[in-house]
């Protein structure tokens, strides 16, 4: 074992100006959660019924990270103690760390679940890589926490190589497999949504980069106070533009979507759909007693595509406009 002679990350004394950076970080990125999960509360019946899955994903994600925040926050508020100008780490100072693989565990597969409830495949194709992807990120995160956490305290920079590696197989197949996702949906949806879809992507992935290089600092360099500072702050960041961020253009695709349902008669909202101030459709009773064919309306090109795209992958079902799907 190539085990460095140096505190683990989370033991490191910490002066006044890390100490409190830390502090405003935590607490800025618990708020900023908390503020996510009330705006998609109150929104989540803004959606058509077929998207709000991914409204729930986000609900759940949100209620744990904003926890597990509170948990950081009262464990970093009393794992340290200032002992002459510098905050000395005691024992649950190491809970800094620990406490967020099992957020992740968690939160990182309902962000897959998020993606691709918004996305056009359906049937056993969405069932398999929902399964796949989900699983995959929870490998993911658990491969991480037994080099970064479990083996000699992250000490070991061996077991943080061979560990990360395995972590990375499984975090190269969800790029491959939520990329592959949103390509193969881009073509049923309108072009604004598509848009939104592929920002939302591109948000989410380039988020998740974040977490395997601060991962790997303790593999190229000694961890000083600052690192460990650094570390923090950049989960936390990370953690706000993968929850929040995402989320938020998630729910904008998912409110077009809508839209483009109810416009093409392929299924009712009881509300009018407004995306920053712009108007998108109309609200749309289902017709008691005399529900409509999908297929019995004019919609656009690219919505008719997505109509055969979807009945082609349950096998040639159709529905009425009722069924959320």
Request: charged share 15%; hydrophobic share 50%.
């Amino acid at each position: 074992m190539d085990v460095v002679d140096t505190p683990t990350p989370e033991l490191q004394t910490m002066s006044l100006g890390l100490y409190d950076l830390v502090h405003f970080a935590l607490m800025a990125a618990g708020f900023a959660l908390f503020a996510y999960f009330l705006y998609t509360w109150a929104g989540r019946q803004e959606v058509g019924r077929r998207y709000r899955p991914a409204m729930h994903a986000g609900l759940c994600l949100a209620a744990i990270a904003t926890v597990s925040y509170l948990v950081l926050f009262l464990k970093w508020d009393s794992g340290f103690t200032l002992v002459d100008g510098v905050y000395e780490p005691n024992a649950e100072a190491r809970f800094t760390g620990s406490t967020r693989y099992p957020d992740w565990a968690v939160t990182v597969p309902l962000l897959t679940v998020e993606l691709l409830a918004v996305c056009s495949l359906s049937g056993k194709r969405a069932r398999n890589l929902r399964a796949t992807t989900v699983a995959a990120a929870f490998l993911m995160i658990l491969t991480g926490y037994v080099g970064a956490q479990l083996v000699a305290d992250g000490r070991d920079r061996t077991a943080l190589v061979v560990w990360g590696l395995v972590s990375t197989a499984f975090f190269a197949y969800l790029y491959v497999a939520l990329i592959g996702a949103v390509r193969a949906s881009l073509p049923h949806m309108g072009r604004e949504a598509g848009v939104s879809l592929r920002n939302a992507t591109i948000v989410l992935l380039a988020a998740f980069g974040v977490y395997p290089l601060v991962y790997a600092i303790p593999v190229f360099a000694d961890v000083t106070p600052a690192w460990s500072a650094t570390v923090q702050v950049a989960y936390s960041a990370a953690d706000v533009v993968a929850k929040v961020g995402f989320g938020l253009l998630v729910h904008k695709v998912a409110l077009l979507r809508t839209a483009e349902d109810v416009a093409a008669g392929v299924d009712t909202h009881p509300e009018p759909v407004w995306i920053s101030n712009v108007h998108h459709s109309e609200g749309v009773l289902p017709e008691v007693g005399h529900p409509r064919h999908p297929h019995e309306h004019s919609a656009p090109a690219h919505l008719r595509g997505r109509e055969d795209h979807d009945d082609g992958a349950r096998g040639g079902a159709t529905r009425a406009p009722s069924d959320p799907g």
